[in-house]
């Protein structure tokens, strides 16, 4: 695959989605997705995270072709490891507890109840959510 129009189509291909079925996963509109894969726009970076994310997908292989195109799971104690080694994080836990633990419990419970989620992602964002969670 030479560009990002046709690596993201082919993501789309390979979930057996149609254009409409794709921007609904990821919010966006079926246009937009159409002009993507076309190459006439070009999404941002949250957009392409949000792909990944949702689709499995690793963000080097999306944005270059480099890679494989699936996503490595991250070990548990690494992702860990880096939320307790994040400053910026173990500045916010320490300001207030109580509502971090509400923030992070509500992006869990709209990750687990959002259908539009792949398994792999749910599982990634539930890990993710668990580090933090033991942070705080």
């Known amino acids: 695959m030479n560009s990002l129009g046709e690596r993201i189509k082919e993501i789309r291909n390979d979930n057996g989605?149609?254009?409409?079925n794709?921007?609904?996963?990821?919010?966006?509109?079926?246009?937009?997705?159409?002009?993507?894969?076309?190459?006439?726009?070009?999404?941002?970076e949250s957009l392409l995270k949000l792909i990944c994310a949702t689709f499995n997908v690793n963000i080097l292989w999306l944005k270059n072709g480099?890679?494989?195109?699936?996503?490595?799971?991250?070990?548990?104690k690494q992702v860990q490891n880096?939320?307790?080694?994040?400053?910026m994080l173990k500045n916010l836990v320490s300001i207030?507890?109580?509502k971090t633990f509400?923030?992070?419990?509500?992006?869990l419970i709209s990750i687990l109840k959002n259908s539009n989620?792949?398994?792999?992602?749910?599982?990634?964002?539930q890990e993710?959510?668990?580090?933090?969670?033991?942070?705080?």
């Open 117 to 125: 989620v792949k398994d792999g992602s749910n599982q990634f964002y």
């Open 96 to 98: 207030d507890e109580q």
């Open 66 to 76: 480099l890679g494989n195109k699936q996503q490595q799971p991250i070990p548990y």
């Open 22 to 44: 794709f921007a609904n996963q990821i919010s966006v509109s079926r246009p937009f997705i159409s002009r993507i894969e076309a190459n006439k726009e070009v999404p941002s």
């Open 82 to 87: 880096e939320i307790l080694n994040n400053e």
């Open 102 to 107: 509400s923030f992070c419990c509500s992006i």
């Open 17 to 20: 989605l149609t254009q409409q």
């Open 128 to 136: 993710k959510v668990k580090s933090l969670l033991g942070c705080v």
